[in-house]
């Protein structure tokens, strides 16, 4: 396979695809996940991982058999587009689009707090001003200069905070061996339907991110073969440290689920301070690599689109001496910034989460439309492909049902954008 000499340059192999992924999924939200868990479910939480982490298992495995379709620049977009039509690929397009700008500000806000613990001057408007421009703008400095830039960011943070959190668990692990006296005895409570349900809204969430790292099929060594293995091993990797980190924090924090900082407390007891400020300031390297994926894969979309004719032609240009989608960096890296300035975390992390379950929908919509044209093209075949997008289309559907109004606002807001941006370029 040739690179274009006017083209991305093909340079993101299948273990580089991998973390890319695990980056994308693993953020900020584990460091406060537990405590959410914990309240909801009791000693029920680490099942929820292992319960969503097979909901979101059926979603991958559908995008698996989509994904090996396509060697091309573009992710859930191209696949939508490609399946179900320009208008659903549109759709696709501004839902991820809105995940993937809300989601990493949603991010910089925190490492913003966690930055203004250690220096108390940053907590001000210039303060905050300064943490996310310097935060946001080197990140698109590094990966305008290249995609192997942004590809070795990307893998070290990924390798440090999946560091940090197996650490947490080996060392939680051994105090419950070591010392029984630090064995919190949990119960089984009666959790109704609806608050399973909610919780699972909450880790869909938490498990989302992964889809992000498919933008970059264009700059993948070999996409068609790589995209479902890294897809698959991303998520059962990332099912393990959820369960594994949930099971420790509850079985060694007394009323883990009112903690702020569930992770740093846990790790208080067994550990002790430094073990507390170690886990602290793993929050600011995950939330900091968390953000290193996105700016290098988010960017690709607007290329795509601007490749396709369904954006300004000029988010597709590519450097002649980076090989990068520099427009598409620089646009992408100041939308981050300009919601990360003008919101909080919970607003970004509210507009990040309403999008995932159409998106997701329409991918495991797509496996039978695609299946049926019997093309030969997919490399990666599901064994019961009918079984499975029915299984992804009813685990979003009923999902859905439970977000709220405010969620449905911002649904039926960017459903409205990609509906004119459909009637435009149409003409």
Request: aromatic residues 12%.
């Amino acid at each position: 396979m040739t690179d274009s000499p006017h083209g991305l340059v093909r340079t993101i192999g299948r273990w580089s695809l991998t973390a890319l992924m695990v980056n994308s999924i693993v953020g900020v939200s584990i460091f406060k996940l537990p405590a959410d868990l914990a309240r909801n479910l009791g000693g029920w939480s680490p099942l929820s991982c292992v319960a969503a982490g097979a909901g979101i298992l059926v979603i991958a495995g559908c995008i698996a058999e989509v994904s090996s379709r396509y060697e091309e620049t573009g992710g859930l977009y191209l696949y939508a587009r490609d399946a179900l039509g320009r208008f659903a690929g549109l759709l696709v397009a501004w839902m991820t689009w809105l995940t993937r700008i809300a989601a990493p500000a949603a991010a910089a806000n925190l490492v913003w707090t966690y930055s203004a613990k250690f220096f108390p001057r940053l907590e001000s408007g210039p303060g905050k001003f300064i943490v996310l421009f310097l935060l946001i703008g080197h990140l698109a400095l590094f990966n305008y200069f290249g995609v192997k830039t942004g590809k070795h960011l990307s893998n070290f943070f990924t390798t440090v905070k999946v560091g940090f959190l197996l650490a947490f668990v080996f060392a939680g692990c051994w105090a419950l061996l070591a010392r029984p006296d630090l064995r919190v005895s949990f119960t089984l409570p009666v959790v109704s339907a609806k608050t399973w349900f909610l919780t699972m809204l909450l880790l869909v969430y938490a498990y989302g991110g992964f889809e992000g790292a498919l933008f970059v099929g264009g700059e993948s060594t070999n996409p068609k073969r790589d995209t479902p293995i890294a897809l698959l091993l991303a998520l059962g990797m990332v099912c393990l440290i959820y369960t594994a980190v949930q099971y420790v924090t509850i079985a060694t924090l007394p009323g883990a689920g009112m903690s702020t900082r569930p992770l740093a407390d846990a790790a208080q007891r067994f550990v002790g301070a430094r073990g507390a400020a170690a886990i602290a300031m793993a929050a600011l390297i995950s939330g900091y690599g968390y953000l290193t994926a996105n700016m290098l894969h988010a960017p690709r979309l607007t290329y795509a689109l601007a490749q396709q004719g369904d954006f300004p032609a000029f988010l597709g240009i590519v450097h002649p001496k980076y090989r990068t989608p520099y427009a598409s960096i620089l646009v992408y890296a100041a939308l981050v910034f300009l919601f990360a300035l003008i919101g909080n975390f919970q607003w970004n992390a509210l507009l990040s989460a309403a999008s995932r379950l159409s998106v997701y929908g329409a991918m495991a919509l797509a496996v039978p439309v695609l299946r049926n044209r019997n093309d030969g093209k997919a490399k990666f075949l599901l064994p019961a492909p009918y079984l499975f997008a029915g299984l992804g289309i009813l685990f979003s559907l009923v999902l859905a049902t439970r977000m709220g109004r405010s969620e449905f606002v911002v649904i039926g807001m960017t459903s409205v954008i990609a509906l004119v941006n459909w009637a435009v370029v149409r003409r």
